[in-house]
């Protein structure tokens, strides 16, 4: 069975950085989409971004665009999420998720099978 387990998380200024990573144990396929999500208090889990393990696309929402980067390393079996320019709306708990299919990359929460316990991202203004 395969587990995600999210790390990376913690408090910074307005305009830092942090890097969040996701390590996927146990047997993973090749169309496998991984995907960051997020949840701030009283709202909905939103996509943040995604990326597929063979070929590497990948998608974002737009408010991270040009902030945010998700990469992955298929030896170590771990996707990453390194967050610039963080912003106080940036805080929240974030969630790494998968699911496998082809296709276009999913944004809906509920199309991923597949979750992490969370970390949270506080950022101070």
């Known amino acids: 069975q395969v587990q995600l387990v999210e790390s990376g998380g913690g408090l910074v200024q307005a305009g830092g950085s942090l890097r969040l990573s996701c390590v996927a144990s146990?047997?993973?396929?090749?169309?496998?989409?991984m995907g960051w999500f997020r949840q701030a208090p009283g709202k909905e889990r939103m996509f943040v971004a995604a990326?597929?393990?063979?070929?590497?696309?990948?998608r974002y929402t737009d408010s991270v665009k040009g902030r945010f980067t998700i990469s992955k390393d298929n030896a170590k079996n771990t996707v990453y999420l390194q967050m610039n320019s963080l912003k106080p709306e940036d805080t929240a708990v974030y969630y790494c998720?998968?699911?496998?299919?082809?296709?276009?990359?999913?944004?809906?929460?509920?199309?991923?099978?597949?979750w992490g316990q969370g970390t949270q991202v506080t950022v101070s203004s």
């Open positions: 998720a998968a699911y496998s299919a082809p296709g276009e990359l999913r944004v809906a929460a509920s199309l991923y099978s597949l």
């Open positions: 990326v597929r393990w063979s070929g590497g696309s990948t």
């Open positions: 146990g047997r993973t396929f090749t169309s496998v989409v």
